[in-house]
């Protein structure tokens, strides 16, 4: 029988900050023993992690809406565990919960800390564990409140969201069509394209590695776009600036195409069509809406159920290979959320 | 006695457009016949008129939130005239009206173009007939639509204004202090920004030609920047997009500092603190809020009456002064809301 004594823990801490694009100098890969929770904390074994573009920001230092990492630190990250050992009535060994768990194999949660952790147990009938990181975790989170709350759509009106095939814009797309608005998105690739206008329904989506995404954007939203979720920021934030309507709202939720520049992020230069348009650009980061998020679950759940939803998953299998399967979100490589599997169970 | 068959009406016309700052050689000096009005229309003199930094858009090509200025046609220009024929039973020969006149000394409105002129009668007793064009005018309601409707000011806020001593400036600092705000200015020149914390009651005021508006926001905004109003865009707008504060409202009434520009118009590089702070930045164009001037209107002249609001004009005379008049805004040479006066009475 194994004892959690006798456990061993993998880590993968931040070992530097970044210039750019972050290599595997990034990064130091440690073990350490595993301990047995206290009073009112749960050891939590990790089976698999989300990584998400803003885990790059996490890394940078200075101000943002969370503290960075700490160099020396086990990296950031949320995911799916089974709970291996608890001193919590709320948890019992089995469960299988989502937390901020950290790149690492095991988790211990001190009983303060979980609340701070976002430690909660997931029901698999609502949606698979992979689904709990996607449109039933974080990025779908984000999606549905940066749609609903700071988009505000109303039937019939286009919707544009860039980065469609990943994580929140899968959800965007789709949530969208739901709701009756035209969707087109952006994403880069044919593949990746047919899929989300075949797979997902969008009613168009261009592919902005074949160029000219403004005149795509004149073909697809001929009327003008009402709500652009943005995930990438740079020139294409900037074509759809061109191309947005009266009153339009520009979600900003993340500039992926922005985050490993060594110069500084390059400002949307028609930002003055926001005037022009009566249109507004506004920020959103998911915590905001956490005493929400059972709502959105609950809703989102049963889109998954009655088909009207789906979701695609891009799994990288193996702790040890965090480094190389996080940059393949800023390459573009991944298809459908970035999961790492850690454990099988 | 003066009959209109013996007026001539000297009018200026955009001859070209601009590349850069528009020099002399932008317009052309036409003299014409002035025409009796036919049934419902209106002969008006023109007294004064308002030079605005929207003008120079006006002048470019291509689509805003109004047709540019045709090749040839009038300048477009807002002021203050007195009727002086008539065939419209609303309006008396000798009565004082705001309208869009254009640059020139008479402007004939017809029946049907007496709404799209947006003629109405002002009264002197509310305020000065430069106040008309200031605080009461265009430039006022701009000021009160973009504080309340999109800044929406909360008592013991900090409001940020640029171009300060300008007339949206002056009305949006003082509108907001007296709705309970901590009003910071940013304005170019000692004087200015003495005139602006002195006789306007701001807060304080940030010489931007001093240099370091960054560490003087820090310094004067120290809990962050709740509402900014820009009229400047630029490195200010940069430097203030790095001190707002959690749901910030930026509200995007203008970007004089890239209106000559001959290169691309420079994007806020700091866009992102809009994601960080879950802040919003919003355009504004004041006619979409005709319907409710006549309020706005009232509350200011109350305003004005009991001293709360104060105001200042810089006025330059001639029709024939026009060009070089208008160069003032782009350089800041102009000390409060500039007025081209046409005529006595």
Redesign the interface.
Known sequence: MTTIANLANHQVRLAQRPVGTPGRECWSFTTEPVAEPAEGGVLVKTLALSLDPAMRGWMNEG???IPPVGIGEVMRAGGIGRVVASKNPQFAVGDTVSAGLGVQEYCLIAGDQVKRAGLFKIDLRAGSMTQWLNVLGMPGMTGYFGLMDVGMPKPGETVVVSGAAGAVGQTVGQLARIKGCRVVGIAGGRAKCDWVVNELGFDACIDYKAGNVKAALKEHAPKGVDIYFDNV?GEIL?DVLARIGRGARII????IS?YNNTT??????????????????????VF?YADRYHLAVAEMAGYLKDGRMKSKEDIVEGLDNFPEALLKLFSGANFGKLVLKVADA
């Open positions: 101000k943002s809406y920021g900037d900003i939720c993340g500039a922005q500084p992020v390059q400002g949307p230069k028609n930002y003055l069509s926001l005037l022009v348009n009566r249109a507004r650009m506004e920020g959103i980061v905001d």
